[in-house]
């Protein structure tokens, strides 16, 4: 099918029912755009969306790797072409990393790499055939600092970041943009049941560390500092930038924890170069 002429960009956004996937899908739609709004339930998107001319509703379980290939089918098939895929389907996982079962840590990885990956696979076939596109993989602030309570779901968002580097040099050369979205904590539902699982498992040595952190995400929920329709629009701002960058951290909370994280590792650096240097072998010296 030839590409749509009446969209300027055609949007597939995963996990698009609730939080910053329907913000998005919301902002889109608004700014001209068409979306391929995908979740578990279809019925869900269209409960939230209602039947919108510039809209397709796929249900799209991002484990599943036939299923993405699928719904990549039927984007084009409606629309011609995918522009811009958001990679925004993830959980959140909370308890110290002992306290999660292997279980746990299996699904939180289907979901938020693995996931990822097969939706990834499946768009970029078509991307390069018209070596035009823009990929968009969502991060967070926990893809620069891990801490007490999230560090396994953090070690996910790490594995993000650097799929994106890689995937930002590979597919530069054939005019496909990649971008990681950090955002720090935005007022949407992710610290609630719907989106975040809590290891049931609870362990007394971590109650000064990890036990203080399910304390706080409580009280935090629904009043996190970040709005995200703000962080929506300037997705798309940056979606519409000549050059977007590899990274766009989004919230005082990320830059703060970047500023920390950079200013922590350069002076452990500093501090243990002298050992880091001694490790090679000798520069032989010419005669």
């Known amino acids: 099918m030839t590409a749509n002429p009446e969209f300027k960009r ?3 956004i995963t996990g698009a029912s609730r939080g910053l996937g329907a913000r998005m899908a919301e902002a889109v739609l608004a700014h001209g755009d068409a979306v391929v709004a995908t979740a578990r339930n ?6 939230r969306f209602g039947d919108h001319p510039a809209l397709l509703a796929v249900s799209l ?4 790797e036939a299923q993405a290939a699928q719904a990549v089918e039927a984007a084009i098939a409606r629309f011609g072409r995918i522009d811009v895929l958001v990679n925004n389907a993830g959980f959140g996982l909370l308890g110290a990393v002992e306290e999660a079962t292997a279980d746990e840590v299996r699904k939180l990885y289907e979901t938020n790499v693995f996931g990822l990956l097969n939706v990834t696979r499946a768009v970029l076939p078509s991307m390069r055939v018209r070596r035009s596109g823009h990929v968009l993989n969502l991060s967070s602030l926990g893809g620069h600092q891990s801490g007490p309570g999230f560090g396994v779901y953090c070690s996910t968002k790490f594995a993000v970041e650097g799929l994106n580097q890689a995937l930002h040099k590979e597919l530069a050369p054939l005019g496909i943009h990649v971008t990681a979205i950090e955002p720090g904590y935005f007022r949407t539902d992710f610290l609630e049941s719907t989106s975040l699982s809590v290891s049931p498992r609870l362990i007394a040595d971590y109650e000064g560390t990890s036990g203080q952190v399910r304390i706080a995400a409580k009280q935090i929920s629904l ?3 970040g709005d995200p329709e703000k962080l929506a629009r300037a997705v798309i701002a940056m979606v519409e930038a000549p050059k977007p960058p590899m990274r766009l951290p989004l919230g005082t909370d990320t830059l703060q924890v970047i500023r920390d994280s950079m200013a922590s590792l350069a002076a452990e650096t500093a501090a243990w170069e002298h050992v880091a240097a001694s490790t090679d072998f000798p520069v032989a010296v010419s005669a």
């Open 223 to 225: 009043n996190q500092p």
């Open 10 to 12: 055609v949007w597939l």
């Open 42 to 47: 279809a019925a869900s998107l269209v409960a």
């Open 61 to 64: 379980d991002v484990t599943d």
